[in-house]
């Protein structure tokens, strides 16, 4: 069958069975398995036992479950509260107040736990109550916590740079390293238009008026000691060499663990949940690695990649175009899935084109995260709004409808285009650190 | 259908000490691997099967937890318009994506089944000093692929019964996806 064919045909089934809302795992492999079909490939049936074995029994990935782990044990052990707190102790006073503590609070929090849905829940829950009653601007709160909880996945540890990382055979702890300077650019861009929005109009959010004594902030650094310790060990331990991103996921865990028996917050139902939602968000993440991988295959065997790789470059494409190209498809992509199923769904077919054209890699992974961030706050299926909207309902703020979160959210989509064309011009921001490993 | 549900709630506990397995998976991972660094660093020993053992244990994670990750509903899917869809047409789309599903599980089934079998005929072994003979660890896929094609067989069952009469246990059987305790209770405390 001619490959374009092949290829056109491909993408109908998989976009028929993924709206009619199949799971995604299943609608990955179920395509490539019918594609196995169609090119008769008996060579690739026989591969289907080793390719989940070769794929699954996986060191890099074994980081998944363990980061999460660990995200899931921070979550519940009540540091959030406590870290909000703590930085609000240092930037308070700044202009625009509680709201550069969300996005700072939400950045570590999100970076930590791995979720930016639970970050939102769980700082949006603490923040929003207290800002509602200071009479902080409702549009700059909700962006704030919104916009901040996506910097998580930039930050490391991030579970889209484990996945890209490995679709795609690149080293885990550069990414993550790639990821640093961008994720603080991003919260320090976000930060600057709070700034500025409430130097032109005051009323947006008051000024904290709370005293903040040399006592208070000493306490402040107490409290926030905790996850800048976890993020140092881990970064700390990756850049230097001592650990893989796998080994300073288990060392995560261990730490968290120690944290809430310190904290005295461990207990046995609290442990058995963290658990259960570690199995259940890892086993979901990692399943869809399987139908991902027989797509890998599916490229390979029939020939699409070489056929759509030499079609695309003939194309002459400049690389700026095609990355702008990619942002058009990634933000379409973004407003009807999840970021991570955006990797598993791209990579397979774009890698290779992508490598062709020369684009680096590692920038490339930074690039694609950031494209995530920016799926998570778009509309319909940005769950970072949906999310939110329930946290602002929680608090018994009933006259906000989700539009209203949409659109507090628009500057942050804004600004995040805007750190893609900052990487762009300067792609160094991402790959400086990486290479001086 | 006391069949039917008695078979669910078999399926039920299957899924749930998969869960366990993996939760227990993880810790194993979380000790070796934090054990291996400690000692690595601190009096330059390895373990050296640390590695090995952690890949079989994320195989073992990801087969044994992947039908409870299913009946609590946490498997991702696109559901901004399945979650629209109502009565008679939702049903019957449930059915084709059950069918779709159930010959993708069955089809992995098989030739996991195949590769297993040829590890063991051929008496494959892992390179290591373990010398771990593959069909060993393999055999975690087959297991879970099996639990999970029986789950996916339920649900299946459960939803063309579902077009004929509405059941209060058809119903409990499609709604396993139920939130099994979830707390969204982060323990916070908003002192400023």
């Known amino acids: ?437 | 259908m006391k069949i039917l549900k008695m078979t669910n709630e078999i399926i039920g506990k299957l899924a749930l000490i998969g869960a366990l397995l993996a939760g227990v998976g993880v810790i194993c991972m979380m000790i070796l691997v934090g054990l291996d660094v400690v000692l690595r660093n601190l009096m330059n020993i390895s373990i050296m099967i640390s590695d090995e053992i952690s890949g079989y244990l994320l195989v073992a994670f990801i087969f044994f937890g992947v039908t409870f990750a299913m009946r609590t509903g946490a498997l991702l899917r696109i559901d901004f318009i399945y979650s629209k869809m109502r009565g008679y047409f939702k049903h019957i789309v449930d059915i084709i994506l059950y069918v779709v599903t159930l010959a993708y599980t069955l089809i992995l089934l098989k030739y996991s089944f195949i590769f297993v079998q040829n590890s063991f005929n051929f008496k494959t072994t892992s390179n290591s000093m373990l010398r771990v003979p593959m069909w060993i660890p393999q055999s975690v896929i087959v297991i879970g692929l099996f639990v999970l094609a029986l789950q996916i067989s339920i649900s299946l069952i459960a939803s063309i019964l579902t077009l004929f009469k509405e059941d209060n246990v058809l119903q409990s059987i499609l709604s396993n996806e139920e939130d099994d305790g979830e707390d969204q209770d982060f323990g916070e405390e908003a002192v400023f």
């Open chain 1, 1 to 437: 069958m001619e490959w374009g064919l092949l290829f056109i045909s491909f993408l109908i089934v998989l976009f028929a069975l993924l709206f009619a809302g199949q799971w995604i795992a299943f609608a990955l492999g179920t395509c490539s398995i019918i594609g196995f079909y169609v090119i008769g490939s008996g060579v690739a049936f026989n591969s289907i036992g080793n390719v989940i074995w070769k794929n699954t029994n996986s060191l890099t990935l074994t980081a998944i479950p363990l980061f999460i782990f660990m995200g899931e044990i921070i979550l519940r052990s009540g540091i959030s509260g406590k870290f909000y707190n703590g930085v609000t102790a240092w930037i308070g006073k700044l202009p625009g107040g509680l709201l550069h503590s969300n996005i700072v609070a939400c950045a570590f929090f999100a970076a930590i736990t791995g979720s930016s849905v639970a970050t939102a829940a769980a700082i949006g829950s603490v923040a929003i109550p207290e800002q509602e009653k200071r009479g902080y601007n409702r549009k700059l709160v909700y962006g704030s916590i919104g916009g901040g909880g996506t910097l998580g996945i930039l930050i490391p540890p991030s579970i889209p740079f484990i996945i890209y990382g490995v679709l795609t055979e690149q080293s885990v702890a550069r990414l993550f390293m790639a990821g640093i300077i961008p994720g603080v650019v991003l919260a320090l861009i976000f930060m600057a238009f709070i700034f500025i929005r409430v130097k032109l109009n005051k009323s947006l959010a008051p000024h904290y008026e709370d005293k903040i004594t040399w006592s208070i902030r000493f306490k402040g650094l107490i409290d926030m000691f905790p996850l800048i310790f976890l993020i140092g060990i881990i970064l700390g331990g990756i850049y230097l060499g001592v650990m893989t991103p796998t080994e300073a996921a288990a060392i995560g865990a261990i730490f968290s663990i120690g944290l809430c028996l310190f904290y005295r917050t461990l207990n046995f139902k609290m442990f058995k949940t963290a658990l259960e939602n570690t199995v259940k968000t890892s086993c979901m993440v990692l399943f869809i690695i399987v139908g991902a991988s027989f797509l890998s295959y599916l490229m390979v065997v029939s020939g699409i990649n070489r056929e759509l790789t030499t079609w695309v470059v003939a194309q002459n494409f400049s690389i700026s175009g095609f990355l702008i190209l990619l942002v058009v498809i990634y933000f379409i992509l973004g407003c009807l899935m999840d970021g991570n199923a955006m990797i598993f769904l791209t990579m397979p077919v774009l890698w290779p084109i992508i490598v062709q054209m020369g684009i680096n890699p590692i920038w490339f992974g930074v690039f694609l995260v950031i494209m995530i961030e920016l799926a998570q706050i778009t509309p319909p299926v940005g769950l970072n709004l949906f999310v939110l909207h329930g946290v602002v309902r929680k608090t018994g703020i009933k006259d906000i409808g989700i539009g209203y979160i949409i659109m507090s959210c628009l500057p942050y989509f804004l600004l995040l285009l805007l750190m893609l064309l900052i990487i762009s011009i300067f792609p160094g921001l991402a790959t400086w650190l990486p290479a001086n490993m």
